[in-house]
């Protein structure tokens, strides 16, 4: 590991300040920046301990439930108000990474994850996220776990957090404080596109800190899944995950929500599918139009075609037991 000067902030402002510097990076719980570091990823020139900032409450707010950045991933999936209100955030945090790792990572870091193309986290291949300009390995690699959605000619890698799943299904919104004051980003605007700066994951700009993530009173949650496929039943990212949400009238949907992991270099939303699903009724046959809007789009690398049609039974799956009412998929 390289030389790196260590602070440890004291507020919110005095993170802010130092965060600014040249090669400044927060560190949270650091069970990923740490394993970046590791293997050269990141060279800080300085680490900035948040841990002891004031960002640990889940509060009820007046527009929903407000959780601080640093509130841990196991404190998020237990606490009641997320269990039986937004029950997919929920379990999709319960499915992702170990019992310690979430009991250590953070809301604030988990969102900023970097992907886990292999490629990325190897040297011996060119990668346009690690080594801007100078090539992507996985466009004529193995490319199994990569994007049918977003992808430019510069990376094709996918975003990796389940949690970021729900979040865009939610309409979450994202509290970030910085240089320049403080703003609050809509979740599904939050993350990027790789476009032609791959390196960049997240429209976050130089200093900035998350403060929290704002979930909106949302009745549609109340009957929502996680379903996550992945290579081995545990301890694994997803090849593909859907959050889904129906809340029915009578036999009608009134509202449905969609979103997948796995999907592109952010947590991609159905907003069309989710528009066909309302009205309709809760059918097989409805459901698999949805799957079919909502993979139609979709452009398959050389060898990621399976996705596809795993994508659009996991929706059809999703959406049956959401419209029952929810549970485990
Ligand atoms: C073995 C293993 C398996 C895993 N499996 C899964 C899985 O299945 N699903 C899944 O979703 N995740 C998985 N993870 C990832 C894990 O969830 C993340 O590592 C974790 O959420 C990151 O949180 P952290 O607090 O440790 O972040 P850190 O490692 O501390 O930071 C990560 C990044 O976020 C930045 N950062 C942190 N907090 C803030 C803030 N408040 N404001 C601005 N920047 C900030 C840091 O600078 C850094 O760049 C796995 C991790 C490991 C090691
Ligand atoms: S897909 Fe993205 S992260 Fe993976 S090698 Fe290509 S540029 Fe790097």
Redesign the pocket.
């Known amino acids: 590991m390289k030389n790196f000067a260590y602070v440890r902030a004291s507020s919110v402002k005095e ?1 802010v300040q130092q ?1 600014s510097n040249p090669g400044a ?12 570091m590791k293997v050269f990823l ?1 060279e ?1 020139a300085q ?2 301990d ?1 841990t002891r ?1 004031e ?1 640990t409450q889940i509060e009820q707010t007046g527009a929903g439930l407000r959780i601080g ?2 509130v ?2 196991t404190a998020v999936a237990d606490h009641p108000d997320v269990r039986r209100n937004y029950p997919m955030l929920s379990r ?2 319960l ?4 019992q310690q ?2 009991n ?11 992907t ?1 193309c292999p490629y990325y986290y190897d040297n011996a291949f060119a990668c346009n996220k690690r080594v801007p300009g100078s090539g992507c390995a996985a466009l004529t690699g193995i490319n199994r776990i990569h994007a049918l959605f977003g992808a430019s000619d510069q990376c094709i890698a996918v975003h ?5 799943v729900p979040l865009a299904a939610l309409d979450a919104i994202v509290e ?1 404080e910085g240089p320049q004051g403080k703003r609050q980003i809509p979740f599904t605007e939050f993350h990027r596109l790789p476009g032609d700066t791959p390196q960049r994951d997240s429209n ?1 700009e130089p200093g ?4 929290a993530v704002v979930l909106p009173p949302a009745s549609f949650a109340k009957s929502s899944v996680y379903l ?1 496929l ?1 290579d081995r039943a545990s ?4 090849l593909v995950s859907v959050a889904a949400a129906v809340e029915m009238a009578g036999n009608q949907i009134k509202t449905a929500r969609l979103a997948m ?1 796995g999907m592109a270099h952010k947590p991609w939303r159905f907003v069309e599918a989710e528009t066909f699903l309302s009205g309709k009724s809760a059918t097989a046959e409805t459901f698999q139009q949805a799957a079919k809007i909502a993979l139609q789009g979709a452009k398959p690398l050389a060898h990621n075609s399976f996705k596809v049609e795993l994508a659009q039974r996991a929706i059809r799956r999703a959406l049956a037991v959401s419209a029952k009412g929810g549970g485990v998929a």
């Open positions: 993170a965060g990076l927060f560190i949270a719980g650091g069970t990923n920046l740490v394993d970046r990141d800080p680490l900035i948040i900032l960002m950045a640093l841990s991933n999709a945090i499915l992702g990474a170990s790792i979430r250590v990572a953070t809301v604030g870091g988990n969102l900023l994850q970097r886990r990796p957090s389940d949690m970021c970030v976050l900035e800190l998350i403060t996550k992945r301890y694994a990212f997803a992991g």
